[in-house]
């Protein structure tokens, strides 16, 4: 003879709502937070919000297999929001494999790690844009504060950065003239030119290196090439270059 369960005591067990209850307690279980005890289209809850589905919800409240852990309003509705309780455990462990609630718990899991890849890259994206916007930001700073202190802005030659002062372009295209005749499978980076750039005039900075860039771009001198990953990928974002509505990363030359 199988003698009743304490948990279940009193709980009839062939009425419609119990696969009801059975489904909503197994997606509970995996959700110790609680989910909404009914929902809609958008946010689906543990019920359905007809009247069979508001029957079982009222059943697991009056029978504390359910426990209310609080209330969240949407428009003009007021939503409860249930997680379950020690009774609902047990009524759940007597009535259902254990291996369906050990699924549960794993889509939950599996559900839970897209999720956070999901929020890692969202965020990884916006540190790179978050990235080029300081270095930009701090390019157009470093000419405002140029042309403040020396006046309007003096056109700069072909062979000279913003101040008049560096003479590193020609460098730069000798250096992309032997990359290119090195055959190399693609274009040299940004920040391996400023480097080379750098060499030839120590106190060149980001931005005059960026200004020179645009102008030889300008006289049809160099090519600027796109970056095309994911902006979170980019290895050293303060040397990307704004061009247009695009991030340049790499260069070659124009023939």
């Keep these: 003879m199988r003698f009743p369960h304490p ?28 989910l909404p005890l009914h929902g809609g289209k958008a946010a689906p809850g543990l019920f359905a919000a007809n009247a069979l589905g508001k029957q079982a919800a009222q059943r697991c409240k009056d029978d504390g297999l359910l426990r209310v852990v609080r209330t969240e309003t949407r428009g003009k509705a007021t ?17 259902v494999s254990p291996k369906q609630v050990l699924e549960n718990f794993v889509r939950a899991l ?8 999901q929020l890692l890259d ?4 916006m540190q790179a844009g978050l990235d080029v916007l300081k270095a930009t930001a701090e390019r157009v700073l470093q000419q405002v504060s140029h042309a403040s202190g020396n006046g309007a802005a003096k056109p700069a030659g072909p062979g000279h950065s913003a101040n008049g002062s560096e003479t590193w372009t020609a460098e730069v295209l000798s250096y992309l003239a032997r990359w290119q005749a090195s055959g190399a ?18 106190q060149l900075s980001i931005g005059h290196f960026h200004d020179g860039l645009r102008r030889l771009h300008d006289q049809e001198r160099v090519y600027l090439h796109p970056w095309t ?21 790499y260069a070659s030359l124009r023939k």
């Design 7 to 34: 948990a279940t005591e009193g709980l009839p067990m062939t009425d419609k709502s119990t696969p009801l209850v059975l489904e909503a307690l197994g997606r509970a279980v995996a959700e110790p937070a609680g």
């Design 79 to 95: 939503l409860e929001v249930c997680a379950i309780t020690e009774k609902g455990m047990a009524y759940l462990m007597n009535q």
């Design 110 to 117: 599996e559900s839970r790690q897209d999720q956070t890849a």
């Design 122 to 125: 969202s965020a990884r994206q």
């Design 185 to 202: 499978s693609e274009d040299c980076s940004l920040p391996d030119l400023y480097r080379v750039a750098k060499q030839a005039s120590p």
């Design 229 to 249: 990953g994911p902006l979170y990928d980019i290895p050293e974002p303060p040397y990307a270059l704004l061009v247009g509505h695009e991030i340049a990363y």
